[in-house]
């Protein structure tokens, strides 16, 4: 069974501008996940999709955003990057219908905002 | 709120040496505990997981049990590798989302 993919894996964009990222789940999961990596916050969950519903959102502000499609493919996006927006953008897919669920994680997405 | 915290990093063993990588969490409710492991470059792998107080997650020579009464959780392997050398991440979940330790980096010398 394939993996969880993530595309594109590297991208460089100046501030002010937006980006679209997208994850494909693991086949048969309908629950997608975000979560941002920095050296300094540490792994820090974005938002939920199952679906097509948003079910949880983390502490972001509203420059980011996301949807899910019928297919449970999900994009994230974000408006008027910042600096502080450089980061590994990590999506995880599970079956979402259970506590004890596990969530796998595709490989990241690098953002550099220069 | 919930929360997970894990022992500093960066921890350095030799081949062969046993590893422990305490994790402690605050929690309401009965969450289900996890540990990932990140290579270089690379998303997290699920190692192990245990979903309710006194089961035993293992995989890889690694084990890990769910302490309800001291509310832990400790990552631990007999003997370590070169080829372990990562960082580890200790997580609950809450809701459909996992919330994590800030990672403990583990480098193991030959």
């Known amino acids: 069974k394939a993996g969880v993919t993530q595309t594109p894996r590297y991208l460089i964009k100046t501030r002010g501008q937006q980006v679209t990222l997208s994850c494909s789940p693991i086949s048969g999961h309908r629950s997608v996940s975000w979560y941002q990596q920095t050296p300094g916050q540490g792994l820090q969950f974005l938002f939920e999709?199952?679906?097509?519903?948003?079910?949880n959102k983390g502490n972001f502000p509203g420059r980011f955003s996301g949807r899910q499609f019928s297919n449970s493919r999900s994009e994230m996006n974000v408006s008027t990057l910042e600096l502080g927006d450089s980061a590994l953008y990590l999506c995880a897919s599970s079956l979402g219908t259970d506590r004890t669920d596990t969530q796998y994680f595709g490989p990241g997405t690098r953002l550099t905002v220069l | 709120g919930n929360s997970v915290t894990q022992m500093e990093g960066p921890v350095t063993l030799s081949e062969e040496a046993f590893l422990t990588i305490n994790c402690t969490y605050t929690a309401t409710g009965y969450p289900s505990l996890f540990w990932y492991v990140q290579y270089p470059g690379e998303g997290l792998q699920l190692l192990l997981k245990?979903?309710?107080?006194?089961d035993k997650g293992s995989n890889k020579g690694f084990e890990a049990t769910y302490r309800k009464e001291t509310t832990s959780f400790h990552l631990e392997k007999g003997s370590v590798q070169v080829s372990d050398s990562a960082v580890y991440f200790c997580a609950l979940s809450q809701g459909g989302k996992l919330i994590f330790g800030q990672g403990t980096e583990l480098s193991v010398k030959p």
């Open positions: 999709y199952f679906s097509e519903t948003q079910r």
């Open positions: 245990a979903t309710k107080a006194d």
